[in-house]
């Protein structure tokens, strides 16, 4: 795969290898005119001759492409390699998906609502384009905590992976990747059947799944086997709120439970209107405190000792402070 130092179409240099996944591998990169950072995303060379994994890559880029919008990882362009992988050129991001956060963060309700909020945009726009995620989870959506100076926002939700195709049932994918395409928790019922007939308030649904899981620190459909989830999935309804050990107004909860419907007829008609109505629920608890999804920088060699010069610094500066006083007496 790509090495550091090497420049990929005559433009753009790896700097470094930021990811990897079940079949490509992400690479930081300079633009050779403008310096400009960005993402390279490589199919893996085992994939190089799996039609399946060919389509997806190509399908995703395809649609990333298309959907301009500030809570959707943009696609720049895309284009082979030498060998025939394909590759895309994409937004460079800063920061960690929601998935590593939630592993060792908790988000505070306010805070909560606006992911679902911004995540729900950035669907609205694929919606808009005729394009349905179908594989939403919090791995898919990536805290983007660079100075966003257009409106001031503190970090911006990006949905990723616009590759996914139907689900299987049994558990196994129906790529060759090696991984199941989409998680089960996530699952709406309709996907958990098998129903031909799958449109946007699919990922209605599994956006209320996480707004749950985000609010309440569970899953609403979790069990120890796959059997057993879909079933939670297709027939029974969320646990309550208060059974989570969660107070919230319960405006909250019913907003949720209606995403949550288990026809999608009985849901919100798009996910703007459901983000909305949870926006709206919500105003109680306040402004979002976003502070949390701030990375903090790595603490490395340089950073360290910078932080022991000023620290010797202070020391040497009250030492001297002290001696000036006695001096005085």
Not at 151 to 175: E, M
Request: charged share 20%.
């Amino acid at each position: 795969m790509f090495q550091p130092g090497e420049t990929i179409a005559d433009r753009y240099k790896v700097v470094r290898k930021i990811g990897a996944g079940g079949y490509a591998e992400v690479f930081e990169a300079h633009e050779g005119s403008t310096g400009a950072r960005v993402a390279l995303k490589a199919l893996l060379p085992s994939f190089s001759e799996d039609d399946e994994a060919l389509a997806r890559f190509r399908r995703e880029a395809s649609i990333t492409a298309k959907i301009k919008h500030p809570n959707v990882a943009r696609t720049y362009g895309f284009a082979s390699l030498p060998d025939g992988r394909p590759y895309m050129v994409m937004e460079y991001l800063q920061g960690r998906d929601l998935a590593e956060f939630l592993r060792t963060e908790v988000i505070a309700p306010a805070a909560a609502v606006e992911v679902v909020q911004q995540v729900a945009q950035g669907l609205a726009a694929a919606h808009a384009l005729g394009f349905v995620h179908r594989d939403l989870k919090p791995e898919n959506v990536f805290i983007d905590d660079r100075p966003q100076a257009s409106d001031g926002t503190p970090v911006r939700f990006k949905v990723l992976d616009f590759g996914a195709t139907r689900r299987s049932i049994g558990g196994t994918a129906l790529t060759a990747t090696g991984e199941a395409v989409g998680t089960p928790e996530y699952m709406s019922p309709e996907q958990a059947t098998g129903a031909e007939a799958i449109d946007h308030r699919t990922d209605q649904f599994t956006l209320a799944v996480l707004a749950f899981e985000l609010l309440t620190g569970r899953s609403p459909f979790a069990a120890p086997d796959l059997v057993g989830t879909l079933r939670k999935v297709v027939q029974e309804v969320p646990p309550a709120f208060a059974s989570c050990g969660v107070n919230l107004p319960s405006t909250i909860e019913a907003v949720v439970a209606k995403a949550l419907s288990k026809s999608p007829a009985e849901r919100f008609p798009n996910v703007t209107a459901f983000a909305e109505a949870l926006v709206a629920a919500a105003a109680p608890l306040g402004p979002p405190d976003l502070s949390c999804f701030v990375s903090r920088p790595p603490l490395t060699r340089k950073r360290l000792a910078l932080l022991l010069w000023l620290a010797a610094l202070c020391v040497a500066t009250s030492a001297g402070c002290v001696w000036a006083v006695l001096a005085l007496r």
